[in-house]
Nanobody, 120 residues
């Protein structure tokens, strides 16, 4: 069993930056690939970024490439999402997730989500 707890959401103006954190607890958390998903109102949940268990491989949705950075610190059981140049279209609930591999949208475990609101 893996528990995921996100933090760092909030309200930010367009063009600003925000960092999200995800604390993972449970056995063998460092063996999972990790991802960030988001869900905007009345839209389906979508992948934002993924990272391999070692942190050596990452991939991003086209909509966030060059603006968002995913990283992890396995010693601290933490996963991060740094978001820059935010736009109102980035407004969503952001979810941390444990994945079987860094190319999968199949989720083994979900966090509870954290709200990010970008004002224009």
């Amino acid at each position: 069993q893996v528990q995921l707890v996100e933090s760092g959401g909030g309200l930010v103006q367009a063009g600003g930056s925000l960092g999200l954190s995800c604390l993972a607890s449970g056995r063998t958390t460092s063996t999972y690939a990790m991802g960030w998903f988001r869900q905007a109102p009345e839209k389906e949940r979508e992948i934002v970024a993924r990272i391999s268990p070692s942190g050596g491989r990452t991939n991003y949705a086209d909509s966030v490439k060059g603006r968002f950075t995913i990283s992890r610190d396995n010693a601290k059981n933490m996963v991060y999402l740094q978001m820059n140049s935010l736009t109102p279209e980035d407004t969503a609930v952001y979810y941390c997730a444990a994945l079987p591999n860094p190319y999968s949208n199949t989720v083994n475990y979900w966090g509870q989500g954290t709200q990010v609101t970008v004002s224009s």
